[in-house]
């Protein structure tokens, strides 16, 4: 997570196009993705709303219609993972995560009980 957040310059893209690269077994990756070369994205999008967001009460996100107090927290949604699309997938249960961080803290909380026969 710490890495993903940017801090060292590094973006979550960019340990995405890390950890496919990895060739993990079992596949964690959605398959989907996986197809042809594996590079980062040649253009990342990045989002930024105004004011004309405002409805009167809340700023509203155009893609998912969630509401937030302020334009600094719709941003900051907007540059989130929240709209990325699902990378990684639980070889076990096939739940699917945006973010490899997501993936660990499923592995890590034992749902599955999955964390044992997973080796990194």
Do not use: W
């Not at 890390?18 to 959605?30: C, E, F, N, R, Y």
């Not at 699902?86 to 699917?96: A, I, L």
């Amino acid at each position: 997570m710490h890495i993903e957040s940017g801090v060292h310059g590094i973006t979550r893209h960019q340990v995405t196009v890390a950890v496919h690269k990895l060739g993990i077994i079992p596949t964690i990756s959605v398959d989907r993705r996986l197809e042809g070369p594996i590079e980062p994205p040649a253009v990342i999008v990045s989002y930024t709303a105004t004011e004309e967001a405002f409805n009167g009460r809340t700023y509203k996100c155009i893609f998912c219609f969630c509401t937030y107090a302020t334009l600094r927290a719709l941003n900051a949604h907007l540059n989130s993972p929240a709209h990325d699309a699902d990378e990684f997938k639980c070889p076990k249960c096939r739940n699917q995560f945006k973010l490899v961080s997501g993936f660990i803290q499923h592995i890590e909380s034992g749902f599955d009980q999955f964390s044992r026969a997973l080796r990194f």
